[in-house]
């Protein structure tokens, strides 16, 4: 049975964004908001980016998101190679106590093969931005600069 990691990032409506996460394993679906953690999209794609050319084993990637009140860790964990624990970690309020958060989600994969996962999602996002008026419905831009980097370093790493 195939481990592959699945991601969707359905367009944003009202300030809010329904995101998933699938594999063999399991899956973990809920509603994300735009505040107060605003750079969260572009955040992630440095992360990534970040992920796909790292040199340092060992490497820990935190992206706190959120849904109000419940609060989200995106946790990335390189290890030596080219493998990548990735982790979802709810917390009931913004107080973000460690006692009290959920691994909700979690999957171990090549990194590569992670950051393809996440690549699709986000040019689906891109391709239907101006359809679904990405801009208005999410109150914040599209963010350009990180994508386009993200793309380059997905390109630069060879299959």
């Known amino acids: ?5 699945e991601v969707s990032f359905n367009s944003p409506q ?10 063999a394993a399991g899956e973990f679906n809920t509603t994300t908001a735009h505040s107060p953690h605003r750079l969260a999209l572009p955040q992630l794609l440095k992360l990534l980016t970040d992920l796909l050319v790292g040199n340092s084993a ?7 998101w959120n ?3 419940e609060e989200f860790d995106l946790r990335f964990l390189r290890s030596e190679g080219e493998s990548v624990l990735f982790e979802v970690y709810q917390y009931p309020t913004d107080e973000r106590e ?7 989600f979690a999957h171990l994969g090549n990194v590569r ?21 990405f801009e208005f419905n999410w109150r914040q831009s599209f963010p350009y ?6 793309k380059a ?3 630069a790493v060879k299959k």
């Open 1 to 5: 049975m195939s481990r592959k990691l």
């Open 14 to 23: 009202c300030g809010w964004m329904s995101i998933g996460f699938k594999d």
């Open 58 to 64: 060992g490497a820990e990637y935190i992206l706190p």
């Open 67 to 69: 849904r109000d009140p």
């Open 98 to 104: 460690l006692a009290e958060r959920e691994l909700v």
């Open 113 to 133: 093969e992670v950051c393809e996962a996440f690549a699709e999602t986000f040019e689906q996002l891109y391709q239907d931005r101006e359809t679904d008026e």
């Open 145 to 150: 600069k990180e994508f386009k980097n993200f």
């Open 153 to 155: 370093a997905m390109n």
